[in-house]
């Protein structure tokens, strides 16, 4: 488990680390994320010249290095454009970009048009192919500092006691395309490039410490099925369809990534809130050059949270961007998202197996209670891309982005993904030369003796790209272990037979889905089933949903019996003895108490209000590191003066999936717009003395387990609803402050998990 007081010493030491000239984490000026812009625009259209506004103090953008990584002590503005004028791409001014040249008014556009040529070709060329894979993410810059608790297994320098590392971090669905929903059901990317003085290292990971397959020679098959239909194109982003429950039905090894997937790993509150694995076994190598396996995690500070299924439903289609939202906004509100960097260790034996499970095998864990995860780092996200194309998506991952202390083992789904990244990217990014890119470059001097190809930005010199040389003097020169090489680690290979084979070990595939689904909160495990059901329930062809069936019973009697109910089916006996192993809490969601940094907490109140008690709850809000709401019938500013209280969402546009709590300030009277043909949430052709959306927001955020409160007279609200002081996370009570701490408190447990009764 993690060392809380390290991860809270490293937390206090890094809060404020400014990276690439972002600023000291202030956080927006009212307190609220969200404003797109630098300064606020004025009514009138402006016209006189004036140059490109600097970013926002979120945001910042990749080191100014040279294609070869040599520092360039450019300021980031000289990377963008630059002067108040418009130009075509060689600088030229333009006095005209909304006419296209013509024979006269009316007449006939001119071939001779160069500005119209060269703006049309570069808008029909803005888009490069998406990822086959993670088309859809999000990214931030960061720091990552090392505790030098790892200086015994490795000899990495960018995990030296003290040392800190700029690091481009970037989070991503699996199935979607980039223009799907953040929050459906799929397994999340969680990939980091670490900027070393060595040279770059990417731990290319997910959210999940698993995967479908054992061998990379499977990945097209099980990304195909897991695609929308292909004569169809749907549905998309989502797993609940036919190609994909065939596929891991008959192909078993998925079935314990499958079940993470069901669980609620599927639908993450946050990717703040998102653990990450390195997925394989690596190996380390010390300074003395003796070896360690390892795998890699990184542990969220604000702790491992999901969503409910409805929840996820509801923002799909209320803010699809829901994810990377979030992130941006916890950014630019200075409350910095962190993981801890631990790793799990295991001697590096000749068989690579611990206490009897197969380190090479991505499908298998180690529990933590066998091999505990030591912290070795924190990381911390401290500002947004400048520039979502330029980074977020030109930003190129590949497991083989090494450094020395850190190498590869042979599992066989890590060997193929050693060939792929590179392979994808000359597709995706035009040509070879996409090191070069800004968001890709080293920060250790480059020279590789790479010369031309596509998009070469690199103006190389000498006349000798070739190993041995003369006429350049030799150079470049090999180096040495003692000069900083990558040197692999020299392991014994057994005489073998050249073969299509698996081990014999990896022919388990239920023992540790079982382990997973033993380990399970009894509402995990609700949820689990909820999500089995809907998905078999999306399959057209029965004998898929009988054959997935007989999986589940493989796993448990119980699982597959709730499914088969469900599903108006009869359940199967199990094919294959169930084994017992040992529960890992590990695992579980539930239990525990973390921090609320930059939950999203509404206030519901009204122009009548008492707007002295929503200033002061709101303020405390921000005090304690959250994000404040304001929610009334009417946009704008409520009150005046110093008593003034600015609306960030009304009843017509708010809805509860984007709050982590709920208070109610009295309740106030319904909207002008309450009703159905202006509003359909209000519901009823004529309200009552409540807003009938208030009502709705109150009792979806009941439903979903989230913490609420009130004061004043918003007792008649919850009476409405049929909710007591008595009703587990109902906060009810005439002091606002008293009721905020209380609500902050419920906030810690993620949701209140008593209103999620399991099946009798």
Not at 574 to 590: I, K, R
Request: with cysteine; charged share 20%.
């Amino acid at each position: 488990m993690t060392d809380k007081r390290s991860m809270k010493a490293a937390t206090d030491k890094v809060a404020h680390v400014p990276r690439g000239g972002a600023r000291e984490p202030t956080g927006p000026e009212d307190g609220v994320p969200g404003k797109p812009g630098p300064v606020s625009p004025e009514v009138p259209e402006r016209t006189e010249p004036t140059g490109p506004l600097p970013p926002k103090a979120d945001q910042t953008g990749p080191e100014t290095v040279g294609p070869t990584g040599q520092p360039t002590g450019a300021e980031h503005a000289r990377m963008a454009q630059s002067g108040a004028y418009l130009t075509n791409a060689q600088g030229t001014r333009l006095y005209d970009t909304d006419h296209s040249l013509k024979a006269g008014p009316r007449g006939p556009v001119l071939l001779q048009d160069h500005h119209l040529r060269e703006k049309i070709m570069h808008f029909d060329h803005e888009r490069i192919p998406e990822r086959v894979v993670h088309a859809r993410g999000a990214a931030a810059h960061g720091v990552f500092q090392a505790y030098g608790s790892a200086t015994g297994v490795t000899k990495a320098a960018f995990l030296a006691q003290g040392a800190e590392t700029p690091v481009f971090v970037r989070f991503s669905t699996v199935l979607g395309s980039r223009g799907s929903a953040d929050t459906v059901r799929d397994t999340r990317g969680f990939a980091t490039k670490f900027y070393t003085d060595e040279g770059v290292f990417d731990l290319v990971g997910n959210n999940m410490p698993v995967f479908f397959i054992q061998d990379a020679i499977k990945f097209p098959d099980i990304i195909h099925a897991g695609k929308p239909h292909p004569d169809r194109e749907i549905p998309q982003a989502q797993s609940a369809h036919d190609t994909f429950w065939d596929f891991v039905s008959l192909h078993t090894e998925a079935t314990h990534h499958t079940l993470w997937n069901m669980s609620d790993r599927g639908i993450p509150r946050s990717y703040r809130m998102m653990e990450g694995f390195g997925v394989h076994t690596f190996r380390l190598v010390n300074a003395e050059g003796a070896t360690t396996l390892v795998k890699f995690h990184w542990k969220p500070r604000l702790g491992v949270h999901s969503l409910v299924w409805e929840e996820a439903q509801l923002i799909n289609g209320v803010d699809p961007d829901f994810h990377r939202r979030d992130l941006a906004d916890a950014i630019e509100a200075g409350a910095f998202p962190q993981w801890e960097l631990g790793i799990q260790t295991f001697p590096d034996t000749p068989d690579q197996t611990y206490e009897g499970i197969d380190l090479l095998d991505p499908t298998k864990i180690v529990p933590e209670e066998l091999a505990p995860v030591q912290p070795i780092g924190l990381l911390t996200l401290n500002a947004n891309p400048s520039n979502f194309f330029a980074e977020t998506e030109q930003v190129a991952f590949h497991v083989g982005h090494l450094v020395p202390g850190i190498d590869v083992t042979d599992d066989p789904l890590l060997a193929g993904r050693m060939f792929s990244y590179l392979d994808t990217q000359i597709t995706r990014l035009g040509g070879p030369n996409f090191p070069q890119l800004p968001i890709n470059r080293t920060h250790a001097p480059v020279n590789d003796m790479f010369r031309d190809g596509m998009h070469q930005s690199a103006v190389h010199r000498g006349v000798a790209p070739y190993h041995p040389n003369s006429l350049d003097g030799g150079c470049p020169f090999f180096a040495g272990a003692d000069t900083g090489a990558f040197i692999e680690v020299p392991v014994e290979m057994p005489a073998a037979r050249k073969v299509r084979e698996a081990p014999v070990s990896f022919s388990d595939h239920f023992s540790q889905a079982r382990l997973f689904w033993l380990s399970m909160s009894e509402v995990e495990r609700e949820h689990t089933i909820a999500a089995y059901t809907f998905e078999l329930s999306k399959c057209y062809e029965q004998p898929i949903r009988e054959r997935m069936l007989t999986v589940l019973a493989n796993i448990d009697t119980e699982l597959a019996a709730q499914v088969a109910a469900g599903l108006g089916l009869p359940a199967p006996s199990a094919t294959e003895p169930h084994a017992q192993p040992d529960p890992s809490p590990a695992l579980s969601q539930v239990g525990g108490s973390w921090p609320v940094d930059g939950r999203s907490v509404g206030i519901i109140t009204g122009p009548e209000g008492d707007l002295e008690s929503v200033a002061r709850v709101r303020q405390a809000v921000l005090d304690a590191g959250m994000v404040p709401l304001v929610v009334s019938p009417v946009g704008g500013v409520l009150g005046s003066g110093d008593g003034a209280v600015t609306v960030q969402r009304t009843f017509a546009a708010a809805r509860s999936v984007e709050f982590d709590a709920l208070l109610c300030a009295g309740t106030p009277a319904p909207g002008s717009d309450a009703y159905g043909a202006r509003d359909a949430k209000a519901g009823l052709p004529e309200p009552g003395p409540i807003d009938p959306r208030v009502q709705a927001l109150f009792l979806e955020a009941y439903r979903h387990g989230k913490a609420i409160g009130g004061w004043n007279d918003a007792r008649q609200l919850f009476h409405t609803l049929g909710l007591t002081a008595d009703t587990p996370g109902v906060v009810l009570g005439e002091d606002a402050g008293g009721v905020l701490e209380q609500v902050t408190t419920l906030l810690g447990s993620h949701r209140v998990w008593q209103r999620f009764p399991a099946a009798v």
